[in-house]
DNA sequence: CGGTGTCTTGAATACCATCAAGTCTTGTGG
DNA sequence: CCACAAGACTTGATGGTATTCAAGACACCG
């Protein structure tokens, strides 16, 4: 079983504009927003060139300042966004999954704080700001989508400092993989009940992303692999023990 | 110097309705929401229960269910939103300060998946959500300036995740004093250049709130006492060599 | 084919937690 | 006002979890 991710490519067919085989998540930003524009009365696009950015893994979404004016939205791929501390390492704040906007601040703020990283090829939307921001106060809806957005990104940020506070290896690991396989399950990017997924991450983003060192990602990793609870192979994650991993996660 | 806090009573000058007296941070949350229900056409107040609710230190403001329909802002004293764990311990997810609110996602959504605890004595006002969310759709202004505090509040909680999972005990706590007095600082509660601020905090509120135990906190801080970094007796902090703080904070 | 990135494993070490005892302060009821 | 209890802080000893350093196996790519 070698399962493969086919490479993104800016003429695929999900790439058409109106994002008519977007994987939606339940809120479905893009197309809300396609709509409330639809409506307004501007000559040209909300977005920026369109809906065909392509980024292939591992390379750099966008740097802080890159984000001045654009409001990034994931339509395909992985990605993450981090925060890059002086002496080299870094801390991953949230991996970014299709449908997921890469910060719900931005939407107000130019400024951006941490930079985002493809974790897989990605392929993303970018919407005008300004513009945004406008539809924004002129479509109630509109602004309660976002509101769900951001109250979402919020409890997994607070979330995430209760793991990194009071959390050991184990259970920040556990957490991660059941978080990722939850949310991924509501994309209906894992169909309900399945406990395989796709997992593009490499070690070193689970290490950023729960403040570890790849090493010790390993370590516990492979004890997890050998007693029995998840299978990890060929980027492709089975959770073999649902219930001991959410004893251990404690959920 | 025997430096003690007046307790707060329901009706001190400052728990007048306006809060003329308030301690008005940059964006004055109150006063914006005050003028902007004044316009609005509502025969009764958008407040519950006036402004004068009081807590004593060490209570408990808010549980979880507490806040249902309530969207609360500090106006004075310290207060402290965490998450608690089933083995009793608990995370600190943010030092409230007068002018912040609770939480910006209570505006759009009733459940809280944290409590807040008042340090000092405090007082509040509560906002009703309904209402309040009506005036945020009708006045941009106001979409504006809590959109402020929204970031701001975002912004904290991405430094946390990062210093919890990147940071050591002793930058963590030396980021801890200087982000407090730096916001202390902007809200004029710390006069500009000062470099003494009441401290109310006890060690087990710094030990939830950076992730570590109250006995390292203690060792830490007494490192930073015998080093001559800050001083710290009588719930009164003074920053002594405020470039060596910095450089162990890495700012 | 070498180079790079990924993962694994082992050994030594550092950092922080835990356990424990004791001081000092603060608050409370007699 | 005093006695007592509870909370807050300090300090030392010990142990565990995770880091650091190091070396090697393996896959992938130009």
Not at 1 to 9: D, H, Q, T
Not at 91 to 107: C, E, K, N, R, Y
Not at 205 to 217: E, K, M, Q, S
Request: hydrophobic residues 45%; positive net charge; glycine residues 6%.
């Amino acid at each position: 079983m070698n399962v493969r991710l086919k490479p993104i490519s800016a003429d695929s067919p999900q790439a058409q504009p109106g994002c008519a085989a977007c994987v939606a998540n339940e809120l479905n930003l893009c197309q809300a927003v396609s709509e409330a524009c639809a409506v307004l009365p501007w000559g040209e696009s909300i977005e920026i060139g369109g809906s065909n950015h392509v980024v292939p893994a591992r390379r750099i979404v966008f740097r802080e300042h890159d984000m001045r004016d654009a409001v990034p939205i994931i339509c395909e791929g992985w990605a993450a966004s981090a925060v890059l501390l002086p002496d080299g390492r870094r801390q991953i704040l949230s991996f970014l999954l299709p449908g997921d906007i890469v910060s719900t601040a931005l939407l107000f703020d130019a400024r951006a704080s941490c930079l985002v990283e493809a974790v897989t090829d990605v392929r993303y939307r970018a919407f005008k700001r300004p513009e945004l921001k406008a539809a924004l106060h002129k479509r109630p809806d509109l602004l309660e989508k976002f509101s769900k957005a951001w109250i979402d990104e919020k409890a997994r940020a607070d979330q995430l400092i209760v793991d990194l506070g009071r959390r050991s290896a184990e259970q920040r690991l556990a957490r991660l993989i059941l978080g990722l396989h939850e949310r991924l399950t509501r994309l209906g990017l894992v169909p309900a009940g399945a406990l395989e997924m796709g997992f593009p991450l490499r070690q070193h983003h689970i290490a950023d992303a729960t403040g570890l060192t790849p090493v010790h990602v390993s370590t516990v990793l492979s004890e997890f692999r050998k007693s029995g609870v998840v299978k990890i192979s060929e980027r492709w994650l089975t959770i073999l023990d649902p219930d001991r991993l959410r004893r251990v996660a404690n959920r």
